[in-house]
């Protein structure tokens, strides 16, 4: 399977991560002296799947970007649907396939990013979004804070990568657009679907299957959530704990070596 590839970074640092750094761009936070998103550049471009790679972000950043020679970045526009649409216009009419990742997801590796490519290639969807189970999640980053949604099959937090079709943002407009702003907030992004889903989902009987036929119905999307054994898939740094973290696990990693991953190989 080969991919293009948006990296999100175009966030203002205006939330809770502005108490603990000052740079006007969350993406431009330093971990260890770099910038969080070269992080995740450096998963996402070295990627062998992952042809060209849409960096939304500001110019900043360009000063960075030397080292990697399939990444071109545009200026960010407003929010992440509008940054998402305007790193998919960048691409000018891929018939790949593209990777959206968060420029927060700074424990992601090359082992998590692979596993979930090739799991994606099997099955012949139009939209994947990786899961993580609480279980998962928690023995690999203890104390980790994360929302997580029970279902049927056990508790899950969402993950910082999308794979998609990119017809799918003209198919399933504003209602992508809720998805995409509520992805933290399970509880907001069931009421999209109707009150039986809704009652299904307090009730804690709600399936994956059936979350994927909702989207299906509601959307005009044929998606599939895909459970990834890999917690650096659902960690991001949106506040200082998630910053404290990232830095600690960051040095180990260093000090264990680059094919060190976060979640099991």
């Not at 704990?241 to 000090?255: F, N, Y």
Request: aromatic share 6%.
């Amino acid at each position: 399977m080969e991919v293009d590839a948006v990296v999100l970074a175009g966030a203002p640092n205006d939330g809770r991560l502005a108490k603990v750094a000052s740079q006007e761009w969350e993406a431009m936070i330093p971990i260890h002296g770099r910038p969080m998103v070269l992080y995740v550049l450096d998963v996402v471009a070295r990627d062998p799947a992952v042809r060209r790679v849409i960096l939304v972000g500001p110019a900043a950043l360009d000063a960075y970007l030397q080292p990697y020679d399939n990444v071109r970045r545009v200026d960010p526009v407003g929010d992440i649907m509008a940054n998402v649409q305007t790193g998919l216009e960048a691409l000018r009419g891929t018939n790949r396939q593209v990777l959206i990742a968060t420029g927060d997801a700074v424990l992601l590796t090359r082992a998590a990013l692979r596993y979930f490519l090739e799991t994606c290639a099997a099955m012949g969807k139009e939209v994947y979004y990786p899961v993580v189970s609480r279980a998962d999640s928690e023995a690999a980053l203890p104390g980790v804070e994360r929302t997580y949604a029970r279902l049927a099959e056990g508790e899950f937090t969402g993950g910082n990568l999308f794979l998609l079709t990119p017809s799918v943002i003209d198919r399933a407009g504003q209602l992508l657009v809720q998805a995409m702003q509520w992805r933290k907030e399970p509880w907001r992004l069931a009421t999209l679907f109707g009150l039986p889903f809704i009652a299904r989902f307090l009730l804690r009987r709600l399936s994956m299957a059936e979350v994927e036929e909702a989207v299906r119905e509601k959307l005009g999307i044929d998606g599939a959530g895909v459970i990834v054994p890999f917690a650096e898939i659902g960690f991001d740094v949106d506040k200082p704990s998630d910053l404290e973290l990232a830095t600690r696990q960051l040095a180990a990693m260093r000090v264990g070596g680059a094919s060190m991953g976060v979640g099991r190989a």
